[in-house]
Each structure stands twice: as C-alpha cells, then as structure tokens.
C-alpha cells in the first residue's frame, strides 16, 4: 500500500489527547486503532504507565541541580564532552539561525545501566552521540531518581515504536532490529521567566521554533504554560500542560524515514508566566548506524524521496554541532 497520501492533520488548533491503555492490549484490532490516532504530529499521552512519583523526584533533583552556584554546573560543561553529555548554560544553545540563543540551562544523559558507578572524567567519553559516558554532579539524591525516570520512559518510548510501525503498515517488529541500543537523549531543562510585555518577534527566547532530531520525543512539562506546536497554516497553537500527560512530538529521523508521511513537529517555548519553568524530554533514535532511507511504501512516482540517505547518528551529530556552534566558538 503506497501511504504517501496518507498524511498526518497539521492543520489542527489543539493538541488532541489520547489514551496509551491499548498499546499493550493483546487485541490487534485496538492497538491498530491507537496506532492510528499517533499519526498526528503532536499529541498528548495519558494512562503511560509512568508511576507519578518517579515523575516527581526526577523533577526535584533537576530544581536542585539547578540552584546550585554556576560555578558548580559549569565543572560538567557540555562543551567538554565530545558526546554532548553534562550541563548547557543560558543561552549556550541557539536551536533557531535566527535568533540570538535559547534562554534556557540544561543538563543531558544518555543510556546508562541504573547501577553502573560513572566517573566524573568528561576526557574518556566516547566520540558517538548516541552513546558514551554520562557525567554526574556530586549532588546527593541526583543521579538516582534521574535514572530511574530514564528508563522508565526509555520503556515507554520502546512500546511506542510497535505502534508507528502498525500505522505504516509494516510489521509491529520492524523497529525491533534497529533500537538494540538505547538511542535515547535525555534533557533536564529550566526555564528562567522572561518579561510579559516582550514582543512576541524577540530574539531571545526559551527556546527558539525548531524540530526534533530523533523519531520522536516524549515531554513531561510542569504546569507553566509556555511550549507551542507550530500547524500547517503557520500558527502557533499553545500545548497547555494537562496534568498526568506527556508530549509526544514526531521528530526529524522518523519524517526522513517515511518521506514526510510523519511530520516533524516545529515547536518552541517561551516563559512568560513570571515564574520558574521545567520540563523534562526524552528523544528517541534508532541506533547510530542505522540509514534513514525513505520505506517503500512512502514513496511513488507523485512523492519521490525528498531527503538523501544518511545514517541516524550522523544526522543527529550534525544538528547538535549547528546548535552549540556559536557558544563553542565564543569559548575558544
């Protein structure tokens, strides 16, 4: 079945909700139906399965993280690791060419084995962006509760895959072969508050309008209103926190894979409220060297491959080094 017609709704004004009770039923009937509702380039997942609080202490250990002195993050520099592992700085991402950098700070971790003991040393991590050693504060209480949202959410995106795979009409393992290692990303996020009055074309953002690099990220949010989903017609449309959901975006791999059949979601986020903002995403990839190459059912003669043939890893290494290219060059 040619799907190139088959294109997902970017024309919405909300952002749908759906429930993630089937994606584990045993009848193939039900989990086709959800499959089909996660066609949608961003949606809001409820009845995950993710216990509320292994949500909640990840999120206070990252508030701790961050009330540190800068002087302490600053020890796990980003910048330092050849893997993108550690802490980012206000500022030290600019996700849009146009703007002037992202007002936000975050801390980043990949796969890691929950009782696997990690060295602070930045210098022996591996070269992959997919892999590699994670660094850790000295902050007690930190890196358990993070992890342990890590994999929790690692689990849950895992389930997920089954599902677009139904949605493509493909079998549900034909992910299976091509996520034997965790490409998993995680970001603990703050978002400082900015000015009310700042005018909405403002340089300076939470963070600037861009896609997701990996096949899709799931996003715990607090309750500070501030992320916007971007539809076909060029209007931003708020994702408003709902309780007991998270965000699932399409990212840019899997809108490679299927030659736009699945969108990349363009979102951004800008704190306004006045108060301190958090959030907490996990991106999704297949393994690093796993080619993006259009499936065939997603292409035909009226859609031809849209994007060249390259492989997952050196997709994503590529955006990240656009992204940090303007703080690295102001460190040398």
């Known amino acids: 079945m040619i799907l190139a017609s088959r294109r997902t709704d970017s024309t919405f004004e909300d952002i749908p909700i759906i429930d993630f009770t089937d994606a584990s039923s045993s009848d193939p009937v039900r989990r086709m139906v959800l499959a089909e509702k996660i066609r949608d380039a961003c ?161 300076v953002i939470g963070i600037g309008a861009h896609t997701d690099y990996e096949c899709f990220t799931i996003l715990w949010q607090d309750t500070i209103s501030a992320l916007q989903v971007q539809n076909a017609k060029g209007k931003w449309i708020d994702a408003v926190p709902i309780p007991g959901t998270f965000v699932l975006n399409i990212g840019d791999q899997l809108a490679r894979w299927t030659n736009d059949v699945f969108k990349s979601t363009i979102h951004r986020a800008i704190n306004r409220s006045g108060q301190e903002r958090y959030s907490i995403p996990l991106f999704f990839g297949v393994d690093y060297d796993v080619l993006l190459q259009p499936i065939g059912s997603c292409i035909s003669p009226e859609m031809p491959a849209k994007y060249e043939v390259i492989s997952a890893g050196d997709y994503v290494r590529s955006r990240l080094e656009e992204t940090y290219a303007h703080s690295s060059s102001a460190q040398k």
């Open 43 to 203: 949606i809001n997942v409820t009845n995950h399965g993710v216990p509320e609080d292994i949500i909640t202490d990840a999120v206070e250990a990252g508030k701790k993280f961050f009330a540190q002195p800068i002087s302490s993050k600053m020890d796990l520099d980003i910048h330092k690791a050849k893997n993108f592992k550690g802490y980012t700085a206000l500022l030290g991402e600019n996700t849009d060419p146009t703007g002037r950098g992202d007002l936000h700070e975050g801390f980043d971790i990949g796969w890691e084995e929950p009782s696997r003991s990690i060295s602070k040393d930045i210098s022996s991590c591996d070269d992959s962006v997919m892999s590699g050693t994670n660094v850790w504060p000295g902050l007690p209480g930190f890196k358990e509760p993070v992890l342990s949202y890590y994999h929790s959410i690692v689990q849950l995106g895992l389930r997920l895959f089954p599902l677009f795979a139904l949605a493509l009409d493909l079998p549900e393992n034909f992910f299976e072969d091509k996520t034997t290692k965790p490409a998993a990303i995680m970001r603990l996020l703050h978002y400082p508050p900015q000015s009310p009055s700042a005018p909405d074309n403002d340089s």
